[in-house]
């Protein structure tokens, strides 16, 4: 009889709990930030002379609001031409560019979660002011965790098209960014 009562007593206090809901509580702090954009363009920009060389310099935190997370990296395509006003020529850097003359001029570029620099050298610059002004890039942020895995191991990055196709980025609105100046 007591194991009856007890176990009467614990099934009628399991269920008045059960029902039970109390207040939601406060917000919880907001996530980390990070980017809001998998596509912008630096449109247009001249490369600055530093001590390590002509470059562009933007930080993460001004170009898209944030820095990238941990497991993110970014792809690098520079405007080398256009077929016609909709359809440009994307190149992928790093890339070598061997002139008529001889000459040459590579475009690199590295970054770091908050920022990134894209470089110019090569062999005399200063005579070929076109491979250093009014340049522009677009920048892919490619996410740490991707909704497609077997797209990401047979993509070619060497074209934008298809890294945008494969990684599912919508680049119908490109944000346009403008990089300061750090020398």
């Given at each position: 009889?007591k194991?009856?009562?007890?176990m009467?007593?614990?099934?009628?206090?399991?269920?008045?709990f059960?029902?039970?809901?109390?207040?939601?509580?406060?917000?919880?702090?907001?996530?980390?930030?990070?980017?809001?954009?998998?596509?912008?363009?630096i449109?247009?920009q001249?490369?600055?002379?530093?001590?390590?060389?002509y470059?562009?310099?933007?930080?993460?935190a001004?170009?898209?609001?944030?820095?990238?997370?941990?497991?993110?990296?970014?792809?690098?395509?520079?405007?080398?031409?256009t077929?016609?006003?909709?359809?440009?020529?994307?190149?992928?850097?790093?890339?070598?560019?061997y002139l008529?003359?001889?000459?040459?001029?590579?475009?690199d570029?590295?970054?770091?979660?908050?920022?990134?620099?894209?470089?110019?050298?090569?062999?005399?610059?200063?005579?070929?002011?076109?491979?250093l002004?009014?340049?522009?890039?677009?920048?892919?942020?490619?996410?740490?965790?991707?909704?497609?895995?077997?797209?990401?191991?047979?993509?070619?990055?060497?074209?934008?098209?298809?890294?945008?196709?494969?990684?599912?980025?919508?680049d119908?609105?490109?944000?346009?960014?403008?990089?300061?100046?750090k020398?």
């Amino acid at each position: 009889m007591k194991r009856l009562f007890l176990m009467l007593t614990v099934i009628a206090t399991a269920a008045m709990f059960h029902g039970c809901q109390g207040d939601d509580g406060a917000p919880g702090p907001e996530g980390p930030a990070g980017p809001n954009s998998l596509v912008f363009e630096i449109l247009q920009q001249d490369f600055v002379n530093s001590a390590d060389g002509y470059r562009i310099y933007g930080t993460f935190a001004n170009e898209i609001g944030g820095n990238l997370f941990d497991a993110e990296t970014i792809l690098i395509y520079r405007l080398s031409g256009t077929i016609d006003a909709q359809t440009p020529i994307w190149q992928l850097i790093p890339r070598t560019i061997y002139l008529d003359t001889g000459e040459e001029v590579d475009y690199d570029y590295d970054f770091s979660l908050e920022d990134f620099a894209i470089y110019c050298r090569g062999t005399n610059l200063s005579a070929s002011p076109e491979f250093l002004n009014d340049q522009t890039f677009r920048v892919v942020i490619i996410p740490g965790t991707f909704t497609n895995r077997n797209a990401a191991k047979t993509v070619d990055y060497n074209d934008y098209n298809a890294v945008i196709k494969a990684y599912g980025i919508d680049d119908s609105h490109v944000g346009v960014v403008k990089p300061q100046r750090k020398s």
